[in-house]
C-alpha cells in the first residue's frame, strides 16, 4: 500500500500495459485503448483520451481537498451468467471509463448484456488509511445492476442506472496495489427498469442507443471514522435563513459549524448537534435567480471537542418557488414571490460520441450555455438524470431545472418493477435537493410506466412530502399517449401538443403549464446520426425554420396571456439520432435557426408574460333574449325551408314529429342542414342549443350543431362516441357529460364558449353537465354553420343518426340562468 512507482510506470499501469513494480513484464501483446469512430463528432472529440476522461472534481456541492480520480482505461470483457470475478486475471479488452460501453469514446462501441471492468489503484501513504482513516470509492453511476470487488473482496451490490453509490473498502485493502473489479448487467428496455429514452437498438425515432455499464466518473477519496456524509440544504427566503442539516457516519456526541460567506465575507453561522436541523442566518439576501445567479459559499466542519475532524465546502443560492394570482386572476408560477415565466428548452442529454455521458466538462456546460445564449430561462432536463456538474453549470449559469424521473418502457411498469421505481425517484430527489436550479419534479411522462392514475397521485404527494419546497409536476403530458388521465394531485397540471404551442389555463390550486411543444426540423448534411431524420414539420431552410419558430412562440404568449400558462418547453435543444428538430445538430457543429431573432422573441414572452390584467379581450354583450341570432324551429314542410332561416336539406333528410312540433329526422350517412353561412363569430362568445333524440348510442361520434373551419369544425355540440357521454367540443378537448344518454329519448343540449373564462361548457336539460378548458383564442369563422354534421381533416364526419329539433344560436355565453330557462320552456 506504501510502495511508490515512477509516473511512467503509473502510466503503463492504467493502460494495462505493466504490472506492479518488482513483477514481472507483461505479455508483449497486451491490448491497448482506442477510440472508436462515431458516425458524428463532436468539437470535443479529439479531446478526449486516457489522460482526459473528465478529471474535473465529480460533486461540486461536497468537496473535500484530498481525492483522486480512477477514470481511464480499464481492462474489459464480456461477463458469462453466474461467472466468478475474474480476480487476479488480465482481461482481453481495454475501455476508457467513464464512457458507456456503447459509445465511441468507450473504444468498446458495442452493447453486451453483462460485463467485467477491472485495475488497480494505488492508496496515498498521505491519506494515512488504515492508520487512522477510511477509504471511500465512489461511482457516480453504473447502468443497471453492479457489483464491486476489492482485491477479490465484494465490498457493494447496487441497483440502478442513474443514481450514485459508494463503498467503505478500507478492510478489504492489501500491501501494494490494489485490485478493483466491477461487474455489471444491462438488459435495457428488456425489462421494467428505468430507461428513459434508452432503447438496446435505436428505432431511428424517438428512442436511442442505450448506455450500459459504467457512465459516470469513478473516484476515491480518505476520510476519519467519523466523517460526513451530505449535507442537505434548502434556503428559507422569507425566514431569511438556510436550512442545513448534515448527515454524519458515527457521529454520537459531534458537533457540526456551518458559515456562509458572500466573496469571502462571512454572511452568517450557525451550529449544532450532527445530524440536527441548523438555521444559518443570511440576512438581506441576494436572491438566485435567472438573471442574477448569485451563489454563497458554503464551508461546513464536524468537530469532537474543540478539534475538527471532517470539514467539507459546498454552496447555495437563495430563492423561493412558489404559486401566486397574477393581476388577471390566473394562478401563476413565482420565483421569490414574483411571477416569472419558465421558457424551457427540452434537454435529453445525449451525445453521438459519449451517448450518455458529456465528451468533456466544457461540452457539458456548452449545452447549457446555449440556452442562456437563446434567450431561455429553464431547461426541462428530460427523462434523464445528469452528473452533478451538469446541475453545477445550471446553477452558476443561472438555468431553473425541472427534473424529470427516467421512464420505464411505454406500456405498464410490470408489477415487480414499481417498487423499484419508487425507490430509485425518492433516491433521485434526495440527491438532488440541495441544487438551487432545481425548481419541480417531474415523475411520469406521457403515461410511460404509469399503471394507475390513483398511485400516479400517491406519489405525486409523496415526493411533494419529500419536498415541500419545489413544485411536482405529477404527469407531464397528462393529455397524451399512455396517460391514464388526470389524478388532480401535484402543483401542475401539463398538456403536450405538437406542433403546439397547448392552450390550458390553471386548474383550482394547480399552475398550467405546456410541458412539449414545437418540434420543427431542418436536414442538414453530413450532420445527421443516421444521414436523414424526421420531425413533427420539416421546413426546408434555416430562414424558414427560424420563421416557424418566432411564429410559434408568438402563440406561447398569445397562451400565456389568454390561458395563463406559466410555462412552456420547446422541443428540442438538439438534435438526437433520427430526430432533426433541434436548434443545433446533433454534434452541435451548426446552428440551425437566426438565433438572433430565436432571443428576440423568447426574452419578449419572459418579459409580457406576467399575469397583467387586460390581456384577455371582452367580447361584446351579444343580442339580448333568448331567441338567439339564428332559431331554426324545423317544423317547415318545404325541401329547402327550415323555420325562420334558410338551412338546406341535404341528402333527403326529412320532417317528422318532433319534441316541439316538427323535427328533422337525419339517418346518420349523409344527411344534414346547411345554414349557408358562418352564423356564429367564434372568434368571440357564443352558445349553441338544441333538443336531441339519439337512436343509437356506441362508439361512433354524431354532431348535432357544428361550423365548418378551413379543415375542422370550429366547435361540436355533439356526442362523443369515445366516451358515450354528450359533449361541447374542440377537436382534441370536450366538456363531457357524467353519465351515458338513452337511446330514443329527447335531451336539450346546450354548448357554451366563454372566452372570458378560456372555458367550454356544457348543460343537458338545463343543467351544468361539464367543463374544460379551452382558452385558445379562435380566428374568424371561415365555413358555414351546420345541424347534423361535423368536419375533420376537411372531410365531413360524425353525421347525426336520429332527430334534431329547436336549435338557438347565440352571439354571447349564455348563463346558466338563462339555459335553464330555454330548457324549461321547451323551445
Request: aromatic share 10%; net charge negative.
Amino acid at each position: 500500500m506504501n510502495r511508490m512507482f515512477s509516473l511512467a510506470a503509473a502510466v503503463l499501469l492504467a493502460l494495462g500495459l505493466a504490472g506492479p513494480a518488482g513483477a514481472a513484464p507483461p505479455r508483449p501483446a497486451a491490448p491497448a485503448w482506442h477510440p472508436g469512430v462515431p458516425p458524428l463528432a463532436t468539437r470535443w472529440t479529439g479531446e478526449v483520451g486516457p489522460d482526459n476522461a473528465l478529471p474535473e472534481y465529480p460533486r461540486p456541492q461536497f468537496t473535500r481537498a484530498r481525492w483522486q480520480n480512477l477514470n481511464g482505461v480499464w481492462q474489459f470483457a464480456e461477463a458469462d451468467t453466474g461467472q466468478a470475478p475474474p480476480v487476479g486475471r488480465d482481461l482481453s479488452e481495454r475501455v476508457l471509463v467513464p464512457y458507456p460501453i456503447e459509445s465511441a469514446l468507450s473504444g468498446i462501441q458495442r452493447h453486451e448484456d453483462r460485463m467485467w471492468y477491472r485495475r488497480t489503484f494505488e492508496v496515498p501513504a498521505g491519506w494515512r488509511v488504515g492508520a487512522g482513516n477510511r477509504l471511500l470509492l465512489h461511482f457516480g453511476a453504473v447502468d443497471y445492476d453492479a457489483r464491486v470487488w476489492v482485491n477479490g473482496v465484494q465490498v457493494a451490490t447496487h441497483r440502478g442506472g442513474y443514481d450514485s453509490f459508494d463503498a467503505d473498502v478500507t478492510d478489504a485493502l492489501t500491501t501494494g496495489p490494489q485490485e478493483l473489479i466491477v461487474w455489471a448487467e444491462d438488459l435495457t428496455d428488456a425489462t421494467g427498469q428505468p430507461i428513459g429514452k434508452q432503447r438496446r437498438t435505436s428505432d431511428h425515432g424517438i428512442f436511442y442507443q442505450g448506455s450500459s455499464g459504467i457512465w459516470r466518473t469513478v473516484w476515491m477519496e480518505p476520510v476519519a471514522p467519523a466523517h460526513l456524509e451530505g449535507l442537505t440544504t434548502t434556503p428559507d427566503v422569507p425566514a431569511g435563513v438556510l436550512r442545513l442539516t448534515a448527515q454524519v457516519a458515527d457521529g454520537a456526541g459531534l458537533t457540526v459549524r456551518a458559515v456562509a460567506r458572500a466573496g469571502g465575507r462571512v454572511v452568517g453561522r450557525a451550529s449544532g448537534a450532527a445530524g440536527a436541523p441548523l438555521a444559518v442566518p443570511v440576512p438581506q439576501a441576494r436572491l438566485w435567480s435567472p438573471d442574477s445567479p448569485f451563489l454563497y459559499d458554503l464551508d461546513v466542519t464536524l468537530y469532537r471537542g474543540g478539534r475538527a475532524v471532517d470539514a467539507v465546502g459546498s454552496y447555495f443560492g437563495m430563492r423561493q418557488i412558489g404559486t401566486a394570482r397574477g393581476a388577471d386572476g390566473r394562478l401563476r408560477i413565482t420565483l421569490n414571490g414574483r411571477i416569472l415565466f419558465h421558457l424551457a428548452n427540452l434537454d435529453q442529454g445525449f451525445w453521438p460520441d459519449g451517448l450518455n455521458t458529456a465528451p468533456t466538462d466544457a461540452a457539458l456546460k456548452f449545452d447549457l450555455q446555449q440556452d442562456k445564449r437563446m434567450g431561455f430561462n429553464a431547461v426541462r432536463k428530460h427523462i434523464k438524470v445528469e452528473p452533478d456538474r451538469w446541475y453545477y453549470w445550471a446553477d452558476r449559469l443561472g438555468l431553473m431545472v425541472w427534473q424529470d424521473m427516467p421512464a420505464t418502457n411505454t406500456g405498464p411498469m410490470p408489477q415487480q418493477w414499481r417498487g423499484q421505481f419508487e425507490s430509485e425517484l425518492h433516491e433521485m430527489v434526495r440527491e438532488h435537493r440541495s441544487w438551487t436550479s432545481i425548481v419541480a419534479w417531474v415523475p411520469f411522462n406521457e403515461g410511460w410506466g404509469e399503471w394507475d392514475r390513483a398511485a400516479t397521485g400517491r406519489i405525486a404527494d409523496e415526493v411533494k412530502a419529500q419536498d415541500p419546497s419545489r413544485l411536482v409536476n405529477a404527469h407531464s403530458g397528462v393529455n397524451c399517449c399512455n396517460s391514464h388521465g388526470d389524478a388532480g394531485r401535484g402543483d401542475v397540471i401539463d398538456f403536450h401538443q405538437y406542433l403546439g404551442p397547448a392552450y390550458l389555463s390553471p386548474s383550482g390550486e394547480r399552475v398550467a403549464i405546456d410541458g412539449e411543444h414545437g418540434g420543427y426540423g431542418l436536414k442538414v448534411a453530413n450532420h445527421m446520426w443516421f444521414g436523414d431524420g424526421h420531425a413533427y414539420e420539416m421546413e426546408p431552410d434555416s430562414a424558414t425554420l427560424t420563421g416557424r419558430y418566432v411564429a410559434n412562440q408568438q402563440d406561447v404568449l398569445a397562451s400565456a396571456r389568454a390561458c395563463g400558462i406559466s410555462a412552456s418547453v420547446y422541443t428540442q435543444l438538439t438534435d438526437v439520432e433520427g430526430e432533426v428538430n433541434g436548434f443545433f445538430t446533433y454534434d452541435r457543429q451548426v446552428a440551425k435557426m437566426d438565433l438572433g431573432q430565436v432571443r428576440a422573441i423568447n426574452t419578449r414572452i419572459i418579459a409580457q408574460a406576467d399575469g397583467s390584467a387586460g390581456q384577455v379581450p371582452q367580447p361584446p354583450p351579444g343580442t339580448p333574449g333568448l331567441t338567439g341570432v339564428a332559431f331554426y324551429p324545423l317544423d317547415g314542410t318545404g325541401a329547402d325551408q327550415a323555420g325562420d332561416h334558410d338551412a338546406t336539406l341535404v341528402g333527403g333528410a326529412a320532417f317528422v314529429a318532433g319534441h316541439h312540433g316538427q323535427a328533422v329526422a337525419l339517418d346518420g350517412a349523409t344527411q344534414y342542414l346547411d345554414a349557408g353561412a358562418p352564423i356564429l363569430d367564434t372568434a368571440a362568445d357564443y352558445t349553441a342549443a338544441a333538443w336531441v333524440k339519439l337512436d343509437r348510442v356506441d362508439g361512433a361520434f354524431q354532431t348535432v350543431v357544428s361550423q365548418d373551419g378551413p379543415t375542422t369544425s370550429d366547435f361540436y355540440l355533439q356526442y362523443a362516441g369515445a366516451d358515450q357521454r354528450f359533449a361541447m367540443s374542440f377537436a382534441g378537448v370536450r366538456a363531457l357529460a357524467p353519465i351515458r344518454p338513452e337511446p330514443g329519448r329527447w335531451y336539450h343540449l346546450a354548448g357554451v364558449r366563454d372566452t372570458v373564462k378560456g372555458e367550454l361548457r356544457l348543460y343537458v336539460d338545463g343543467e351544468l353537465a361539464g367543463t374544460s378548458s379551452a382558452c385558445r383564442p379562435r380566428s374568424a369563422p371561415t365555413g358555414n354553420t351546420v345541424i347534423g354534421r361535423g368536419r375533420y381533416g376537411g372531410n365531413p364526419v360524425d353525421f347525426l343518426d336520429g332527430t334534431v329539433d329547436q336549435v338557438h344560436l347565440y352571439d354571447r355565453a349564455l348563463s346558466a340562468t338563462e339555459i335553464r330557462q330555454l330548457f324549461e320552456s321547451g323551445a
